[in-house]
T-cell receptor, first 112, second 112 residues
Framework: KQEVTQIPAALSVPEGENLVLNCSFTDSAIYNLQWFRQDPGKGLTSLLL?????REQTSGRLNASLDKSSGRSTLYIAASQPGDSATYLC???????????FGTGTQLKVEL | SQTIHQWPATLVQPVGSPLSLECTVEGTSNPNLYWYRQAAGRGLQLLFY??????ISSEVPQNLSASRPQDRQFILSSKKLLLSDSGFYLC???????????FGQGTRLTVV
């Protein structure tokens, strides 16, 4: 059974700090990995999709990497801002590319 | 451009009452459609997914059912709600297998 783990569960940092969120998964099936953010009471916003053939993707201050051999993905946030405060979720595509298996998320708080 | 609409945003229903949540996608044809539930303090659980009209796969046995009467419409239903059906329900779509997933804004269901 595919499992996705996110560490840490919660993180509080001062504004301007660079930070790394971790995501690990158990199987080696070659499928994509997607990062989302969720604001309280809201739906999920897609941040980055890393194709199985890629090692990383970048969007603005966000950079996500994928290491299939170690079963890990990291989301790097540069120069964090209070507006980055949210829960960050990673998800692996499984079931032949038709299902997302989610981690339990990292709740990030960026303080002034 | 593609958009996903989900309604209602919030719903309070008595135990034993029926349920119908609707999700529609615009701007793409034959999307993969999904219903997820997010219970308080827990991760996202895939309930149903559909790769085409009339094709519904159920991930977990439960008090709920799903239907896809039109290409871009996905409905989550129950004949009689239970207290345990309370949660945050999210609809999502992909334009195809192994592609980026996009989510609606969610429905907060409280069964009383």
């Amino acid at each position: 059974k595919q499992e996705v783990t996110q560490i840490p569960a919660a993180l509080s940092v001062p504004e301007g700090e660079n930070l790394v969120l971790n995501c690990s998964f158990t199987d080696s099936a070659i499928y994509n990995l997607q990062w989302f953010r969720q604001d309280p009471g809201k739906g999920l916003t897609s941040l980055l999709l890393i194709q199985s053939s890629q090692r990383e993707q970048t969007s603005g201050r966000l950079n996500a990497s994928l290491d299939k051999s170690s079963g890990r993905s990291t989301l790097y946030i540069a120069a964090s801002q209070p507006g980055d405060s949210a829960t960050y979720l990673c998800a692996r595509l499984t079931g032949g590319g038709n299902k997302l298996t989610f981690g339990t998320g990292t709740q990030l708080k960026v303080e002034l | 451009s593609q958009t996903i609409h989900q309604w209602p945003a919030t719903l309070v229903q008595p135990v034993g009452s029926p349920l119908s949540l609707e999700c529609t996608v615009e701007g793409t044809s034959n999307p993969n459609l999904y219903w997820y539930r997010q219970a308080a303090g827990r991760g996202l659980q895939l309930l149903f997914y559909s790769v085409g009209i009339g094709q519904i796969s159920s991930e977990v046995p439960q008090n709920l059912s799903a239907s896809r009467p039109q290409d871009r419409q996905f409905i989550l239903s129950s004949k009689k709600l239970l207290l345990s059906d309370s949660g945050f329900y999210l609809c999502a779509y992909q334009t195809g297998r192994d592609t980026e997933a996009f989510f609606g804004q969610g429905t907060r269901l409280t069964v009383v």
